[in-house]
């Protein structure tokens, strides 16, 4: 052996080593290693609503998971349930026809907010306006990251991306504020920094009726934070040092301003029919509801 | 309660019959927007589903009505949608998702001359080529062309039956004309009718892998909550599902959606010939424009022109081998149809120079006319 190869690093023995996650029986581990970027809070998030999943109580046969296009809509391919990675946009459409079709199921839309609130955001606001039963799980993470962190409508103020190299002159949305004037049911927004209330809020929203619509505030260190000389910990810092929980707040208030304040918390969680209710009991005769037909 | 098969004579649109033939292939889930001259299939449809147990959802845009058929589909049920020129081109998108996550859906289009907002009550087959290519990337299709109100019925259920049997979208390609004349329309006793559904799991949970093609080319296919935690994704994926990023993924995906076609064509490929037997002037036509075809037909006839009528009833797959071995006993084809020339293309490239082929077209907006044909066959040859 040549005596410089000695002294070379030397990989640990991985295939004798056993890894175990604790939601391994939820993940398709046959994909792992998975695509997200060091520093990126897509995992935590992922984690938290797997978890959420497992102790919500649902029958997980027939829970779904439903993304459309990002970093965030690859959840699907990670987790070990019916899984669809649709289009663009088109995860919550996709989702409804899903719904409707067979309401046995728990339908979870896992995306970002580009995905969600850009090419998405008609179908966000009328699925909202149904009170359509599903579960949307938006990681906000303020840019396009799969494409290399281009301007999103949620890009903060100011803030520098590869298309607004000299800074973002958009408003962004306040998401919550979208949904609740869209009709949404339960309303929530937490970070990746507050894993055990994000946990709750999420199994919250898992056994929700309606509409349930959680914000998950991300860092996206590589092709967000690179351009606004903000790591990953200095984003979970800022999280740490602004962030307030004000449950209940009035969603008018929520805007983000990330050298004042953030506020977190669950704003809304109300109950209203849902379209599958009103559907059968206005369009329906008694005896035909769901699977009963003849 | 009206039962799914309304059996018995009536006296209804193509719209309406369209309706109905979905119905009674066992159609569950309409996505639905409206637009003229579809809407009207929307409409019977919002009507008649909650009685028969399935669901009528108005979407927020055509993106939204094909995505969620695609995701109705996906939960195991018989999910159509039904639009016009501007809102087939909003579905491309979704269409092109249950091109490659092989998603068995009906999608209708009651033609309207365009391009763009075009004549909105007015009748064309502009979008036969849209038909078969208007989603991104390479794939194959089914598109039917009814040209009556009974037809399209029985089309409708055919579209479904394929749709299920080859995991595949399929497109009945009508128009204003079909879709808004009344007519009579016999539907038969629900016994009658043979319905398809799509192919389902053979193996266990643990080895079942949803894009591995049976024999015939089809894979059997798990719905979401059954249990077999199926991946699905619009990414080039391999049997598995799982989306692998390699050329070689990409190429065997290809043939497998491709060969779905190619095994089956013989099944598929559906077409009605009239005097086809001596003709030496071959008449191809699809849709409304096979009525005109056929009078002008009739009327060379009656001249002492040996002329015949090819009548597509799948245009897309395209009988390209009948049309290039009748190129090699024919004097020509005449293309009859309600563009500037689509399908005539195709008739061109099937005769491959051995037959000459002309095109009597119009522009969209009003049927062809009997004379305008019979003065191509008349004096093209």
Redesign the interface.
Known sequence: MNPKDQNKYEEPNMVDTPLHHPLDDLL?T??IPHIWCPGCGIGTAFSACLQAMRTSGLDL??T?M?SGIGCSGRG??YV????????H??AI??????????P??NVVVFSGDGDLFAIGG??FI?AARRNMALTVVCVNNFTYGMTGGQVAATTPYQAKTTTTPRGNHEAPFNLPLLAYASGATLIARWTILHARDLTECLKQALQHSGFSFVEILSPCPVNYGRRNRQSALDMLKMFQDKCIIQNNASPADLEMDFAKRIVLGKFVHVQRPT?IET?DKT???AD?S????? | MKPAVLTGEHYMTGDEACAEGALAAGCLFFGGYPITPATEVAERMSARLPGVGGTYIQMEDEIAAMAAVVGASCAGVKSMTATSGPGFSLMMENIGLAVCTETPCVVVNVQRAGPSTGLPTMGAQGDMMQARWGSHGHYDIIALAPSSAQEIFYQSILAFNLSETYRTPVLIMTDEVVGHMSERVIIPDAKEIKLMSRPTPKVGKERFKPFAPAENGVAPMANAGEGYKIHVTGLTHDEKGYPVMTVDAQVSMMERIMNKFAKNLKHILRTESHRIEDAEIVVVSYGVSARTALAAVEDARERGIRAGLLRLITVWPFPSEMICSLAARVKGFVTVEQNLGQIHLEVQRAAAGKAPAYLAGHAGGSLISPEQVLDVIEHGF
């Open positions: 398709r046959d994909r046969e027939k779904v439903v699907a391919g070990k349930l019916d899984s669809y990675h649709t289009t946009g088109r459409p996709f989702a409804t026809g899903m719904k409707l079709a067979n046995d199921l008609n179908h009328h379209c559907y369009c329906r005769l035909f769901k699977g009963k037909a003849a």
